[in-house]
């Protein structure tokens, strides 16, 4: 494991997050208690800095005590902003614990931030009726913190790995985007990275080579109805009819996702409602492939058939390790990429499921960004994020139904009928 090198000027921008703190707590009181307010603040952010660092492991995020620190500090200055347009400590803590519990990401802390916010306000506007809006706004963040971290014991995410080869982690897709488009064209620029060939919209190719790749203790690739091996082994031949259902709690969400996020990256732009789906979709599969000819990598790119808009650009591979077979999808981001790891097993009569919630350290979605001079990965264990898709025959009907939730609350439902355009003409391709 590489050690952690400590970053020339580490310690500056915690001096300035600090010192600006002290300035936004202390103005009430003249420049010489600024003054003192900024040294002591910088002095304070700095020790947190070091002496986080030092007690950090490997392979380890900073302790939560010292992100607390943090925080508060910038929630005070930020709060100090807010204070100049009048605004009063209700609508201070509100806004900052809106913030933090947005910020938290898992939608009961989304709605726990808020119900913080606002007792904080008016405790304080009761009780200190000359606190500033950095005073609200800095303690709005410690109190919600700290009772965050009280009530929500498991972990969002978590540091896997620091700077390791790509090797140590055959469960994540090291494939990232050189530019900060990663587009329908994805593909075609990865051969071009890697000095191979590119095979565009290939006519019979699936997303695996072979089902057998995939057999272990809980799946018999020999159990599977035939026609769902062929979705798989010959995915091109199928044009796909979706019907997307979002939550309602989750589409706020969604919506500030897709167009902050998903749009400008061209990527993970999925249907939110079913009159968008009818736009139609594209699919096609891209490869990139060795000097023999053999497939290195194989891109499923989907886009909607009226504007060519890219919905998602997914790299599908596929690895044994212990006996077990996974399926590794990776989603190509700038300078990073975004894995799911799922592990198969069999349902009902003839289905396949494909299941990120495993326990077994491989099954699961990862963060991770690449080290373009050394290649050497970074990742993270998003623990908040889960899926399972399951394809099976149903009354003579090749469907899917894919499932997402966050934090364990179902957040959307992905529904597919699968055509094959040797038996029928296709609907969306």
């Known amino acids: 494991m590489p050690s952690r090198e400590r970053r020339p000027g580490a310690v500056a921008l915690p001096v300035i997050i600090g010192a600006l703190a002290g300035l936004s707590l202390t103005h009430p009181w003249g420049a010489g208690a600024m003054v003192i307010g900024a040294v002591v603040g910088g002095l304070l952010l700095a020790a947190t800095e070091i002496i986080a660092r030092a007690r950090q492991r490997p392979n380890e995020i900073p302790p939560l005590w010292s992100r607390i620190v943090t925080s508060v500090a910038l929630a005070a200055s930020f709060g100090a902003l807010l204070g100049f347009t009048g605004a009063g400590p209700l609508v201070v803590g509100l806004v900052f614990g809106l ?37 609200v706004a800095g303690a709005t963040m410690l109190v919600y913190r700290c009772l965050s971290a009280a009530v929500f014991r498991d972990a969002q995410v978590r540091l896997l790995a620091d700077r390791v080869p790509a090797s140590d982690l055959p469960f994540i897709v090291p494939l990232t985007a050189r530019t900060r488009y990663v587009g329908t064209d994805y593909v075609a620029d990865l051969a071009e990275q890697l000095g191979a060939d590119h095979r565009a919209d290939l006519a019979d190719i699936g997303i695996v080579a072979s089902l057998d790749e995939l057999a272990g203790p809980d799946f018999d690739p020999a159990t599977v109805d035939p026609r769902v091996r062929e979705f798989y082994e010959h ?32 990527q993970a732009n999925v249907p939110m409602n079913q009159r968008e789906a009818q736009r139609g979709m594209r699919s096609r599969i891209d490869v990139v492939t060795r000097p023999d000819g053999t497939v290195w990598f194989r891109g499923w790119i989907r886009s909607f058939r009226d504007t060519g808009e890219p919905i998602y650009v997914g790299i599908y591979t596929t690895y044994q390790h212990d006996g077990r077979g996974y399926v590794s999808v990776g989603f190509p981001l700038p ?15 003839g289905g396949l499921a494909l299941d990120s919630r495993s326990s077994d350290g491989h099954a699961g979605h990862y963060l991770a960004y690449v080290d373009q001079r050394t290649g050497e990965v970074t990742a993270l264990a998003v623990h908040g994020f889960s899926e399972r898709l399951e394809v099976s025959v149903d009354n003579g009907e090749l469907t899917a139904e894919h499932n997402f939730w966050v934090f364990g609350l179902p957040f959307l439902t992905l529904k597919y009928r699968m055509i094959d355009g040797a038996r029928s003409a296709p609907t969306n391709t």
């Open 99 to 135: 913030v933090a519990g947005v910020l938290g990401i898992r939608p009961q802390k989304v709605v726990l931030g808020p119900l913080v916010g606002l007792a904080t306000g008016w405790l304080l506007g009761t009780l200190w009726t000359d606190a500033t809006a950095a005073v």
């Open 235 to 266: 995915t091109t031949r199928f044009s796909l009819d979706i019907v997307p259902r979002l939550r309602i709690w989750g589409l706020p969400g969604y919506l500030l996702y897709r167009n902050v996020v998903a749009r400008p990256l061209g």
């Open 335 to 349: 300078q990073a990429s975004f894995t799911a790891t799922l592990v198969p097993s069999a349902f009902g009569n």
